[in-house]
Nanobody, 116 residues
Framework: QVQLVESGGGLVQPGGSLRLSCAAS????????MSWYRQAPGKERELVAT????????NYAESVRGRFTISRDNAKNTLYLQMNSLKPEDTAVYYC?????????WGQGTQVTVSS
C-alpha cells in the first residue's frame, strides 16, 4: 500500500533550521511529482513547495521562497524540505503529498514549532 511517513519536525528558535523528510513506499516514487503542504490551527492547508518527478523543477509559495528548499532522492524514495531562517509564522503541521493517477495520498504530518 502507499505510505508516506514524515519525520524531522520539532521545536526551533526563530532563525533556526530544520530538515523534514518524507519516506515513500508502495508506488513508483520517481515517476511522480511530490509536494509539501502545511496547516496551522484555524487556517487552510496551503501548498509550500512542489518538485517534479526528476527533481529538475521546483515551485515555492511566496511566503517560503528563498528560505525553504524542496529536494528528493529517488534512489532512496525520500522527499526533503530544508527549512532555513524559520519564522514563528512557519509554525504548522507539515504534510507530504503524492498525487497519483486517481488518488491523493497524505502523510500523517509532522509538527514544526518556531518559538523562542
Amino acid at each position: 500500500q502507499v505510505q508516506l511517513v514524515e519525520s524531522g519536525g520539532g521545536l526551533v528558535q526563530p532563525g533556526g533550521s530544520l530538515r523534514l523528510s518524507c519516506a515513500a513506499s508502495g508506488f513508483t516514487f520517481s515517476s511522480y511529482r511530490m509536494s509539501w503542504y502545511r496547516q496551522a490551527p484555524g487556517k487552510e492547508r496551503e501548498l509550500v513547495a512542489t518538485i517534479a518527478s526528476a527533481g529538475d523543477s521546483t515551485n515555492y509559495a511566496e511566503s517560503v521562497r528563498g528560505r525553504f528548499t524542496i529536494s528528493r532522492d529517488n534512489a532512496k524514495n525520500t522527499l526533503y524540505l530544508q527549512m532555513n531562517s524559520l519564522k514563528p509564522e512557519d509554525t504548522a503541521v507539515y504534510y507530504c503529498k503524492a498525487l497519483l493517477r486517481w488518488t491523493t495520498y497524505w502523510g500523517q504530518g509532522t509538527q514544526v514549532t518556531v518559538s523562542s
